[in-house]
């Protein structure tokens, strides 16, 4: 499962193509996809939709490649640009408009070498690079609509990283605030300039096992904090990497039915610090296949996945039901907080979209080789809404409410915008209450999400417009680098509580 909330407020979720079937049928009239030239057999299921996330409505989509374990990312308009998968979809470059109308196009063999379990990174130009994927020690820049790559360059990295069960597929991949990208396979980190194909530094090794496909851990840019006047020549960005599974752990389950305990461990670590080491931390239990999602607080949410195992069909068992918050400026090792736990296992292909009212989606969980029911853990097809903490209904009164019609949406590079916001029953709002924060949504799937960044604006004034409507001047990210281009999440956040979120686009 493959999930990204669009600027259209629509939650685009695809699958796999390769069982011919799903639940839900394309509508009559559709060009149904052909599977098998010789007898004329077609494809006439949705392996695609748009999920509405206010209504719950569901729009099938049409896919004529195979996107199983493909990866992706929104372009400075706001549609989604899909690469790879497998088989026929492996060298496939797919595009989605954010309009409830919309279907998917496609250019076949766009990308000049396959990319299965590959990972997507926006840089700060808005251009797009895609590093790895099974048997693919390379990464390419992503060609414009209708244009093909010729070639692609060597990446080393990835190979040197390689177990005898990989465990470096989809890397980490993050943009540091400087430009350069900070990349993570298995146990090993990097801080790497694509645009002269140099490794600019390696960082120390994150022990305690693997933290990628199929050990899949999860991993997260700490929320990036800016100021009203900012005139700091680096930005300090701060990784987070958490959970996992031992480097045999997919053999192991493989061959011997034999599920070791997943890693209950956090390594943090500061990527622009000369001297920078990681900093250990323990969960409050372990994680292997989970999803970590930043909140608009600049909290980080650790949820899905399993206690013991490795992702693969069946290698994973002790779903691990309870979310965690981790607060990164709390004190270390006063970080975690467990919250309520769900009845329903989200293991291998679950995925999870913040929502602009702060909610969390969650959907999918599928370890087997099809769509099963009788098995110890089905196919599931259910969707929940996770709410964290700052929904609870005894904070209601102390939510703020963006007033749309007096904010601006269309941002510049280190320019002011007002936002304007209405606070129950308070005369008076501090500017020491308030944060602005802008979130890039992130592209989910094996617990990997990518080109997720949270950005802590500055806040030059509040001032009271009338009693309960405030106006907040905040300054907009001063470049590409922290912020690339297109459309974000925009939160107020008062006193702990977000408000529901508008769409903003920076460019």
């Not at 599931?380 to 963006?402: G, H, M, Q």
Request: glycine share 8%; with cysteine; hydrophobic share 35%.
């Amino acid at each position: 499962m493959h999930s990204i909330l669009l600027p259209n407020n629509k939650v685009v979720m695809y699958d796999a193509t390769i069982w011919q079937i799903s639940r839900i049928k394309l509508p009559t009239g559709s060009s149904c996809r052909i599977v098998n030239e010789k007898t004329g057999e077609k494809d006439c299921w949705a392996h695609s939709i748009f999920f509405d996330i206010e209504t719950g409505e569901l729009t099938p989509l049409q896919l004529h490649t195979d996107t199983w374990c493909s990866s992706g990312a929104l372009d400075v308009n706001g549609n989604l640009v899909g690469t790879g998968g497998d088989k026929t979809g492996s060298r496939t470059v797919r595009y989605l408009q954010a309009c409830d109308t919309c279907n998917w196009k496609e250019d076949r063999d766009a990308l000049n070498e396959a990319r299965w379990y590959a990972t997507t990174v926006t840089l700060g130009d808005g251009s797009f690079v895609i590093f790895g994927g099974r048997a693919t020690f390379s990464y390419e820049y992503i060609p414009a609509q209708g244009k093909y790559n010729k070639e692609s360059t060597k990446f080393p990295f990835i190979y040197q990283t390689k177990d005898p069960v990989e465990n470096n597929l989809y890397p980490f991949v993050h943009l540091s605030t400087d430009g350069n990208l900070f990349i993570f396979a298995n146990n090993r980190s990097i801080l790497f300039n694509p645009k002269s194909n140099k490794i600019l530094r390696e960082y120390p090794v994150l022990s305690g096992g693997s933290r990628n496909y199929p050990s899949s851990g999860m991993s997260v840019l700490i929320p990036i904090r800016l100021y009203a006047d900012d005139n700091r020549n680096v930005i300090p960005a701060e990784v987070l990497v958490c959970g996992g599974s031992t480097h045999d752990s997919y053999s192991m389950a493989e061959t011997k039915k034999v599920y070791v305990n997943a890693l209950a461990d956090c390594g943090r670590m500061r990527i622009t610090r000369d001297q920078a080491v990681w900093k250990k931390e323990k969960m409050p239990s372990p994680r292997v296949m989970g999803d970590m999602l930043l909140l608009p607080t600049g909290d980080v949410l650790m949820l899905n996945g399993a206690k013991k195992g490795s992702s693969g069909w069946g290698y994973a068992k002790e779903p691990n039901l309870t979310p965690v918050l981790y607060k990164p400026t709390a004190k270390m090792f006063e970080r975690f907080q467990e919250l309520a736990p769900t009845k329903i296992p989200r293991m291998y292909h679950a995925s999870s979209a913040l929502l602009p009212d702060g909610k969390v989606l969650v959907a999918g969980s599928n370890t087997n080789n099809g769509y099963l029911t009788d098995v110890e853990f089905p196919t599931e097809l259910r969707v929940e809404k996770f709410s964290p903490p700052y929904l609870n209904p005894a904070l209601d009164d102390t939510k703020p409410e963006i007033i749309v019609k007096s904010t601006n949406t269309k941002l510049s590079y280190g320019k002011k915008f007002s936002v304007q916001i209405r606070a129950k029953g308070s005369f008076k709002v501090n500017r020491e209450d308030i944060m602005v924060t802008m979130y890039a949504p992130a592209f989910t799937t094996h617990g990997i999400s990518m080109n997720q960044r949270l950005l802590i604006l500055g806040v030059h004034e509040v001032r009271s417009v009338w009693p309960g409507v405030h106006n907040i001047l905040s300054v907009a990210p001063p470049s590409g680098n922290i912020a690339p281009q297109g459309y974000y999440l925009l939160f107020v956040v008062y006193r702990g509580v977000p408000s529901k979120a508008v769409w903003v686009q920076i460019k």
